[in-house]
């Protein structure tokens, strides 16, 4: 099956600094890809679509100019977390659509950002 | 201020029992569906998927069973193992588009 990595797996930051995570499609290509976050005991939330070759969209409430998103190829999708602050600490996971079938989507092992 | 979490929905089970989660939608014209199971510390893992145009889906030990008329969706695991005990999501695709909205999810815990 196609399978979708994220790096790093964790990452600590101290308030004030960005830090940037990638997420690949290892087999497969991907024009789209989609940035979720989970806070401890809940579920997934829908940041942004990754769009390659135009601008990410993002969903209500999610500041574009915090958390900046480049699709820079087929298979890579990145987030960066700008000027981290300890309320950003969470859960990060990507997931990228199938290549024959959309609705399939493969989901990233997640990226683990705590900021002190 | 103190801010108040969500607390998932709980289920345990004993080994060996069947299991049945439950999951209301909002959105009727969602026309996708999928179960995922997460364990601790990891992404979300596909388990079966159903669309609109049927009523139940069956997958090795897990079952599917969507009503529409409710917006309800629910998985059944049979003959529930230790390995089962997770957080499992129902996630719909919002009328077709590309990206899932997922709900609250439910933890699953299996008593040996």
């Known amino acids: 099956g196609a399978v979708v990595s994220q790096h790093p797996s964790r990452v600590i930051c101290k308030s004030g600094t960005s830090v940037k995570i990638e997420c690949r499609s290892l087999d497969f290509q991907a024009t789209t890809m989609f940035w979720y976050r989970q806070f401890p005991k809940q579920s997934l939330m829908l940041m942004a679509t990754s769009n390659e070759g135009s601008k990410a969209t993002y969903e209500q409430g999610v500041e574009k100019d915090k958390f900046l998103i480049n699709h820079a190829s087929l298979t890579l999708s990145t987030l960066t977390v700008t000027s981290a602050h300890p309320e950003d600490s969470s859960f990060y996971i990507c997931?990228?659509?199938?290549?024959?079938?959309?609705?399939?989507?493969?989901f990233g092992p997640g990226t683990r950002l705590t900021v002190l | 201020g103190e801010s108040v979490g969500l607390h998932l929905p709980t289920l345990s089970v004993q080994e060996g029992d069947n299991s049945i989660i439950n999951c209301a939608y909002s959105n009727s014209a969602s026309d996708y569906f999928i179960w995922y199971k997460q364990e601790s510390g990891k992404g979300p893992q596909f388990i079966i998927d159903?669309?609109?145009?049927?009523d139940k889906r069956q997958g090795q030990r897990v079952t599917v069973l969507l009503n529409k008329t409710v917006k309800h969706l629910s998985l059944q695991i049979a003959a529930t193992q230790p390995g089962d005990s997770a957080v499992y999501f129902c996630?719909?695709?919002?009328?077709?588009?590309?990206?899932?909205?997922f709900g609250t999810g439910t933890r699953l815990t299996v008593i040996p």
């Open positions: 997931s990228a659509p199938g290549q024959y079938s959309t609705d399939t989507q493969y």
């Open positions: 996630a719909e695709n919002g009328a077709g588009a590309n990206n899932l909205f």
């Open positions: 159903i669309r609109s145009n049927m």
